[in-house]
């Protein structure tokens, strides 16, 4: 029987049977390093108590200094995650019940849902086209006497526009905290992304540009936030009365216990100095893939803010669903068949979520979006942000494949997978 079409979808041969093996940043130097740690059997260096070892053992200490020499910044403060990096931002900069913290919606759920543990309301705003971080037109808009901070995502490996969101958060007195999971030593106007907030969080989660399996680290160049982030990682309610811990206000200053381990230290030390080698991979593997497909018209290839590099933890292009003639969703099915697992889009907006669509999040009274402590009137319908829900729903196509050990052949595989889709459009 004449087979119908040679696209995969429809019964041809895949362009690659073999599945894209995962990112692997660590080598020799972590084992050595690792292997000096448990050397040593101080697995941990934290103490609760008052003491130097208050701030971790002697690699966490190391690693926050090489962290903040490497970033130019003042303190720099790890954790077990940078959701509890989130956590901790958010008690530091104090927000309290009923406060509003203007978010993205198309970010990891955590930047959002860290809002919530200390009653705060997030309050999502709308995002740029092209780049996909906040837009800091529709920031303005979202601005209530509720306000209290603005939390930009630096999304998918480039700085947010940090000189307006600046500019927004010093006309109406808002605190400005960065989500820079994704783009440690990403660079906005010749500076480190992450440093340009009253605090910047990055994560050393195992898909992360640089990792040591979990890991998060807080910035700030301000010694009071740095303590109080150091108090909400480490039990700090104990200590708050003590001179040279005692913060100026004990609000949120109930701890927990975010503790990086002397092994993650050890592994994120030889990590962070291999930041710049990382990053450049991903950009080359990049510039490769891009030059390969310039020649495919009907994708747009990754927008670089100007006066911006790109550390490219994720690659995403778009889809004009008009010109192309088909709808993405049929288009990266095909593209998956083909043995290619791009994703059309890359987070259903947050306020879609069931959470916010109900507002149900902690307890069962509607905590913390309804209750006295809540005077504003906080919005999750469909359509509240335009840009976000069509990146999702039809435009961009996100690519993660572009980290070591992948190599020039995967990218070729993925430029054959698009362009025998491409070729092949008529038969869908
Ligand atoms: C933008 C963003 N924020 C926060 C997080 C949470 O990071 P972690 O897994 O270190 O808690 C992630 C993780 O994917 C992320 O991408």
């Known amino acids: 029987m004449r087979q119908l079409s040679e696209l995969a979808l429809l019964g041809g041969k895949p362009v690659r049977s073999a599945i894209f093996p995962g990112s692997v940043t660590t080598g020799e130097e972590e084992i050595r390093s690792v292997t000096e740690v ?32 490497t970033f130019e910044i003042g303190y720099s403060v790890s954790c077990n995650s940078a959701t509890s990096a989130l956590f901790m931002a958010l008690g530091a900069v104090g927000i309290c019940p009923g406060d509003e913290v203007i978010v ?70 808002l605190k400005v905290i960065i989500d820079c999971a994704q783009a440690p030593g990403a660079k906005y106007n010749g500076r480190l992304a992450g440093t340009l907030g009253d605090i910047g969080i990055f994560s050393l989660n195992r898909h992360k540009n640089i990792q040591c399996g979990e890991g998060g680290v807080a910035v700030t160049s301000d010694h009071e936030l740095a303590l109080r982030m150091q108090l909400i990682r480490n039990h700090g309610e104990n200590l708050v009365d003590i001179p040279g811990y005692a913060p100026q206000s004990l609000i949120n200053m109930v701890g927990l216990n975010f503790r990086m381990t002397e092994i993650e230290a050890a592994i994120a030390i030889e990590q962070l100095k291999k930041m710049e080698r990382l990053n450049q991979y991903r950009v080359d ?82 905590f913390p979006f309804v209750g006295e402590h809540y005077k504003g009137n906080v919005d999750y319908s469909k359509g509240i942000c335009p840009v976000a829900e ?22 070729d595989d993925i430029v054959k997978g698009l362009e025998k889709v491409i070729k092949n459009l008529k038969d869908l």
């Open 104 to 173: 993205s919606p198309y970010t990891m759920s955590a930047t959002a849902t860290s809002i919530l543990f200390y009653g705060g309301i997030p309050v999502f705003a709308d995002i740029e086209p092209d780049y996909f971080c906040l837009d800091p037109i529709s920031i303005e808009e979202k601005i209530t006497p509720f306000t209290k901070a603005i939390l930009t995502t630096d999304i998918h490996g480039q700085s947010s526009d940090m000189n307006a969101i600046n500019r927004i958060a010093r006309q109406h007195d």
């Open 285 to 366: 593997l990049v510039a490769y893939l891009n030059e390969r497909l310039s020649k495919n018209i009907c994708l747009t290839l990754p927008s670089v803010r100007p006066g911006s590099t790109h550390v490219y933890y994720m690659h995403v292009m778009l889809f004009d669903e008009g010109s192309v003639g088909i709808q993405r969703t049929k288009f990266v099915q095909a593209l998956n068949a083909e043995g290619i697992p791009l994703r059309g889009g890359y987070v259903r907006p947050l306020y879609l979520e069931p959470i916010f669509q109900k507002k149900i999040a902690l307890g069962d009274k509607g």
């Open 390 to 411: 069509e990146a999702w729903e039809k435009r961009s196509v996100v690519n993660p494949f572009i980290y070591p050990p992948l190599t020039k052949n995967d990218m």
């Open 38 to 69: 448990l050397r040593t059997g101080l697995l941990s260096g934290f103490v609760g108590s008052p003491s130097p070892e208050f701030f971790g053992g002697p690699m966490v200490q190391k690693f926050e200094r090489s962290w903040s020499e």
